[in-house]
């Protein structure tokens, strides 16, 4: 996965469809990334923090969720974010 800058203003601005947007497919998931990525960190070195693991579960089925959408929505903006996260699918 890549490795996404720790500033979520930077996230923001990176995934932006115009300036200002914060709610787009795009951004969201670039922001669920990030989270995901922190709580992996988190979870290799405390490895029986259940409540933790749970809370990423949940983490990952939302950004699915929203994957799913983006790629109902638009094809093109679905490939070109999974290429750029370096996600799998």
């Known amino acids: 996965m890549i490795k996404l800058p720790d500033n979520k203003q930077k996230i923001i601005e990176m995934f932006a469809q115009n300036k200002g947007d914060t709610g787009s ?28 693991r749970r809370g990423l ?3 990952i089925a939302k950004r699915r969720r929203i994957l799913n959408y983006l790629q109902k ?9 999974i290429k750029e996260l370096d996600l799998k699918k």
């Open 73 to 81: 929505l638009d094809e093109k903006r679905y490939k070109r974010l």
């Open 25 to 52: 497919p795009e951004v969201q998931i670039a922001l669920l990334s990030y989270k995901i990525q922190k709580l992996v960190e988190h979870l290799e070195e405390n490895k029986k923090d259940n409540h933790s």
């Open 57 to 59: 579960l949940k983490v």
